[in-house]
């Protein structure tokens, strides 16, 4: 969380991915079965909640456009994924010692 806004979170994680692949938004938001209004609104928010840009984009007109994933996105995206597959070995560790805990039938 950065203030009030989610700063990156798993869907945010994909659109990312979803944009380094496509090279597009819009492009990335229909493989997520989203509307470009929505993707576009997640990218903004992205871009608000850290130091750098995540996302940065080109004007164009028709096929002219496009977006591309900053190296710091890049290693946003790194970090966040490091940061759950932590989490979710330390609570998988921890839920194995709390069944160790109950009885067996």
Known sequence: MVGDEIAMGPGKADLLDNIAK????????????MSYKRAWDLVEQMNRSFTEKLVETSKGGAGRGGA???????????????????ATRAADEEAQKL???????
């Open 68 to 86: 591309v994933v900053t190296a710091f996105g890049e290693e946003v995206v790194r970090q966040y994924r490091s940061a759950v597959l932590t």
């Open 22 to 33: 496509t090279g597009s938004i819009a492009a990335a938001g229909r493989a997520m079965g």
């Open 99 to 105: 069944l160790a805990l109950t009885k067996s039938d």
